[in-house]
């Protein structure tokens, strides 16, 4: 054979890239072991289950000849092969399936399986529906929450505007000390309080912001004729109660 010209067309066509030849090794490489799968999968023995799976598979596929027994008692009877089962044909035309138990489980283990499967998906259900229901409370209680909050911050300003509002009719009347510490706001800057002052702190402190807002707001009224909601002073009580819707916000809405 003469040698290529490396200056022709066959030399010029063919793939230089590099890394080329080391792909080609790769995808030979991989054929090669794939063939070789291939034979010892052929090469390889058998077990006696596969063997015994084969044949009956086999079997089971093939029909009933004359030589069974069963058969040709059906044939006496009348039957003929592919015709459905019963007097009047109303029966089964394949045979019942063989259902082959091949693991090493007693009988009733399978029946056990599923019913263990289906206790532990209803408590899997049961968890989330528990879960579901704490995630609902959790949110109600969340709601009730802020909204009793919002509630206590709308009295805490309506307590201040009170304790504004009576500080200025109790000035005005010559009053130099609120009837109760805390009908009056108290100043930025306090004092040292003696021991007295702290034991009225404590009572008032027992006292919840509503209840010190019902209190104040008919000391209002009673006193100085004032409605807090109103934001008007009457000449008297008959003009107040004449006037004056009521003692609390929910009647001036």
């Known amino acids: 054979d003469e040698e290529e010209d490396y200056m022709s067309d066959l030399f010029i066509k063919q793939d230089v890239r590099p890394g080329l ?29 596969e063997e015994e799976k084969e044949r009956r598979d086999l079997v089971l596929k093939s029909a009933l000849g004359h030589e069974n027994k069963g058969f040709a008692l059906l044939q006496k009877m009348g039957y003929k092969s592919g015709q459905a089962l019963g007097k009047s044909g109303e029966g089964i035309v394949e045979p019942i399936p063989l259902n082959i138990k091949t693991g090493r489980s007693g ?10 499967a289906e206790e532990k998906l209803e408590n899997y259900r049961q968890k989330l529906h528990m879960k579901k229901q704490a995630n609902e409370q959790a949110a109600d209680q969340f709601r009730v929450r802020f909204k009793n909050k919002q509630e206590e911050r709308k009295m805490e300003g309506d307590l201040r505007k009170s304790q504004r509002a009576c500080q200025q009719l109790d000035t005005q009347k010559d009053i130099d000390v609120p009837k109760e510490t805390w009908y009056w706001l108290e100043p930025e800057e306090e004092d040292k309080k003696d021991e007295e002052d702290k034991e009225d702190e404590c009572t008032s402190s027992d006292l919840s912001i509503s209840e010190k807002l019902h209190i104040l707001t008919a000391y209002l009224r009673e006193e100085h004729f004032y409605c807090i909601w109103c934001g008007t002073t009457y000449e008297d009580s008959e003009d107040l109660s004449s006037n004056c819707p009521g003692d609390s916000a929910a009647a001036h809405d």
Request: no cysteine; aromatic share 0%.
């Open 21 to 49: 030849p080391m792909v080609r090794r790769m995808k030979e490489a991989i054929q090669k072991e794939e063939k070789q799968k291939e034979a010892n999968e052929k090469n390889r023995q058998k077990s006696l289950k």
């Open 107 to 116: 009988l009733g283990h399978e029946e056990l399986k599923k019913r263990k």
